[in-house]
């Protein structure tokens, strides 16, 4: 460029001097025709040029040089201390350099690169710090999910950290799927209490047509896609604000491969906030969600074996005794009354003996279940030994409970237990029933005299029977 420059200039200058020399040699011509000889246009001509020459080197050049002389020092110091390379060196700087458009390019090169590696320098901040939080968000997450029992907080806080980890993220929900529909579960920028009741039929959410299932999806124009609600779900939606958003990022949730609620990630400023290398980040939260779901599974399940009895499905001892004790000291303070039942299974072991162990468990599970499903059916129900249980009927006396169990005795009394449709034997029982207060203010007292009533009931019934 800049020899395309100097060769320009060059051309300028020789078509000037031709012009000066035609000028000249015409206006002696002009002036002279008599005397007129080439060899005089030719001095003169000269003679202009040195004068012009002398004036332009004084006047001109010698200023020239000492003003460029002055800049290319001034530029060499300058750029010496302002150009950094990536690596840290100075940029190196010729010393024979006179010419102050190189000086200038080299100073703009300079700033190139120390733009560029500010650029670098931000971006590098920025994944850092996207990492760290995500880091960090990965240990909260992970403890909550280990030591907490409360699925909803565990939700809440993955959707929150979604929110602040994610690019352009300002609102979202999580909804989970219960066969038949989906409800939100979590919610971050809107209205938890207006929409609690808010129903997603399989069909209406994003991922419905999508071609896989389980990965992300981003939605650039949420309103227009809700617009194929119906019109009471869509006005809802409309009423609660819930339109404002206009693009979403969404992901399914998993256990073991089975479908059971969604993610969305919305903002509300633009139609193209999310991009594909967000997709990786959504869907780590979603298989987040799938663990602590499946791992509150468990603990439910871990729950359940520890207070129930797998055959019967009513409490064990432990659980039974738990929930009495509640009871007990709840009902100290409102000073009301409860009535205890203890209640044995009679001839069980001749039962199992005869038909086999089965035979006695499908008596014990149709004792059971008669129980548990009766109108009358006791507050607590618990199975306290092999064939033995007990009953917490609240705020009933000992008489209302004593007519409850004839009930229920009188009932296996019309309709004997079968077996292959056979009509083998009636089942029965010996019950106790203590009342509290009136016989007992303590469980060890209550306990005592129910077991103590129930033998002497058991004991009348093998007196009839033989």
């Not at 633009?270 to 791992?295: C, M, R, T």
């Not at 729950?303 to 659980?319: F, G, I």
């Not at 129930?454 to 033989?466: G, P, W």
Request: hydrophobic share 40%; with cysteine; glycine share 4%.
């Amino acid at each position: 460029m800049r020899q395309r420059k100097s060769c320009l200039f060059r051309h300028i200058i020789m078509a000037f001097l031709l012009l000066v020399i035609s000028s000249v040699d015409f206006l002696n011509r002009s002036l002279f025709p008599y005397s007129y000889h080439p060899f005089y246009s030719l001095f003169i001509i000269t003679l202009a040029i040195i004068v012009f020459i002398s004036i332009s080197h004084k006047w001109y050049h010698m200023p020239y040089v000492q003003v460029i002389d002055k800049l290319s020092e001034y530029y060499k110091d300058f750029i010496g201390e302002a150009s950094i390379t990536k690596d840290g060196s100075k940029l190196s700087v010729d010393p024979q350099i006179n010419d102050l458009g190189e000086l200038i390019d080299l100073y703009k090169s300079a700033q190139r690169q120390q733009t560029e590696l500010v650029c670098q320098l931000t971006n590098t901040n920025r994944v850092l710090d996207q990492n760290n939080k995500f880091a960090n968000a990965i240990v909260q997450i992970t403890s909550e999910i280990l030591h907490s029992r409360d699925i909803h907080s565990i939700l809440q806080l993955i959707l929150n950290k979604a929110i602040e980890i994610i690019p352009n993220a300002q609102k979202g929900s999580i909804l989970l799927y219960n066969n038949d529909y989906l409800e939100f579960k979590a919610m971050y920028g809107y209205d938890m209490e207006a929409l609690k009741d808010f129903r997603f039929s399989f069909n209406e959410i994003f991922q419905y047509n999508a071609k896989d299932l389980y990965e992300p999806i981003i939605i650039t124009d949420v309103e227009q896609f809700n617009r194929s609600l119906k019109k009471d779900k869509y006005n809802i939606l409309k009423e609660t604000r819930s339109f404002e958003q206009n693009s979403c990022i969404s992901c399914a949730i998993s256990i073991d491969n089975e479908f059971y609620g969604t993610i969305n990630i919305d903002n509300d400023e633009s139609n193209y906030a999310f991009l594909d290398e967000h997709k990786p980040i959504v869907k780590y939260f979603a298989e987040q969600i799938g663990i602590a779901l499946k791992n509150a599974q468990l603990l439910e399940k871990i729950l359940y074996m520890s207070q129930y009895d797998s055959l019967t499905k009513v409490c064990n001892r432990a659980y039974f005794e738990e929930q009495l004790s509640t009871l007990h000291k709840d009902y100290i303070q409102k000073k009301q009354i409860f009535t205890l039942v203890v209640l044995d299974m009679n001839d069980l072991k001749l039962t199992n003996d005869t038909f086999g162990h089965e035979i006695g468990d499908k008596l014990i599970v149709t004792l059971t279940e008669h129980i548990s499903n009766i109108e009358q059916k006791p507050a607590i129900f618990g199975r306290v030994g092999g064939d033995e249980f007990a009953m917490v009927y609240k705020d009933k006396s000992a008489q209302e409970v004593h007519e409850i169990m004839q009930n229920i005795r009188q009932s296996f009394n019309e309709v004997p237990f079968k077996l292959n449709n056979l009509e083998i034997l009636n089942i029965s029982f010996g019950y106790g029933l203590s009342t509290f207060p009136d016989d007992g203010e303590d469980l060890t007292s209550l306990f005592k005299n129910a077991d103590y009533l129930m033998y002497i009931d058991k004991r009348n019934y093998k007196d009839i029977s033989h």
